[in-house]
């Protein structure tokens, strides 16, 4: 089983962090967005994914490649890299991974965090879409079902045709005649929404063709597209993991649950709470941090912050308001 990963999008809405990891890269309580995907697949799925295929972009550097290859080789998988030069839409992206659309394969756009109980039936199955029942339908590209089959997609509907949206997760029994399909729309030049390549476009074509969809509904569906989104699903999840910190870990801390404090971090005199997480290496001085996320080797002093981001290697002192800050920035440091 191959698990294909289009990312190789620069993330605009959560900049400044995008600049120097790409979205999926971004922590989510102590694992990458990208890695929480995978851990849900290999809990839900009746197989192993043996391959992960990441479509990245052009500029990526090594040091991403081998932040994922050590994901991979965590998950017992092996680490494939493509490159997707412009973007064209997602069947395009998709198809950036061509000489890999062969036999099963899952493709997972990586911009959300997904989470489902028990697990996924891919038997007698083409294909197999990822849905969550939403609200407003309107916002989204949808799936028509009739006796739990896939019927139709629709994107954006303006009737209340479905209230089933497509979370961007597909499971394909044979990626070749999906590979077969996304050819079709590139030769005759077919685009759709945007004037781009769409998935939906070549999905639509193998319903056509006779093959079976089928769904899998999601419990959880979980946006890390935008900065307030990615700090709020930080705050959801983690709630559902906190584990209790021991109290004498942090003597002269106080601590407001939830909170995820990774290794090796340092508190003195602090307030740390609730919904807030600080990544390994941190180390925080008479601060106050609520609602925020702090990545990997931060320093903040006399700092009181709440709904904000903190990149890698920041130095921050004396300050007092909402912030977002890409890594290594300084402020309030002598240097």
């Not at 991974?97 to 891919?122: H, K, P, Q, W, Y």
């Not at 969550?132 to 954006?156: C, L, N, Q, W, Y």
């Not at 597909?170 to 399909?181: Q, R, V």
């Not at 063709?209 to 700090?231: E, H, I, M, N, S």
């Amino acid at each position: 089983m191959k698990l294909i990963i289009p990312m190789a999008g620069r993330g605009t809405r959560v900049r400044p962090h995008s600049h120097t990891v790409p979205k999926p890269l971004l922590p989510v309580a102590g694992k990458m967005i990208v890695e929480r995907i995978v851990e849900t697949f290999a809990r839900t799925l009746d197989r192993d994914i043996d391959e992960i295929v990441f479509i990245l972009g052009p500029d990526f550097g090594q040091e991403i490649k081998d932040a994922l290859k050590a994901m991979s080789d965590r998950q017992n998988a092996k680490a494939v890299f493509r490159v997707q030069e412009k973007a064209e839409g997602t069947a395009h992206a998709v198809y950036c991974a061509e000489e890999d659309l062969d036999g099963e394969c899952i493709i997972v756009f990586a911009d959300t965090i997904f989470d489902m109980e028990g697990s996924v039936s891919i038997e007698d199955a083409d294909s197999v879409v990822w849905l969550k029942e939403v609200e407003d339908p309107s916002r989204f590209g949808v799936a028509v079902e009739k006796d739990g089959k896939i019927t139709d997609f629709v994107e954006k509907p303006e009737d209340p045709i479905s209230n089933l949206a497509i979370i961007g997760v597909y499971y394909f029994k044979d990626g070749s005649k999906l590979k077969k399909e996304i050819e079709y729309l590139l030769d005759n030049n077919i685009r759709g929404k945007g004037g781009e390549y769409q998935l939906t476009d070549a999905l639509d074509r193998l319903l056509k063709d006779d093959k079976v969809f089928k769904k899998a509904t999601v419990d959880q569906w979980l946006d890390c597209g935008t900065l307030p989104a990615w700090r709020e699903t930080s705050g959801i999840i983690t709630e559902k993991e906190y584990e209790e910190i021991e109290e004498d870990r942090f003597p002269d801390t106080k601590i407001i649950p939830p909170v995820y404090i990774g290794d090796d971090v340092e508190l003195e005199n602090c307030i740390i709470g609730p919904k807030a997480s600080i990544a390994e290496g941190s180390k925080l001085k008479k601060c106050t941090v609520k609602n925020s996320l702090i990545q990997e080797h931060a320093s903040l002093e006399d700092c009181n912050i709440e709904d904000s981001t903190i990149g890698r290697h920041v130095e921050l002192k004396d300050v007092d308001q909402e912030v977002h800050l890409g890594d290594h920035t300084k402020i309030g440091i002598e240097v």
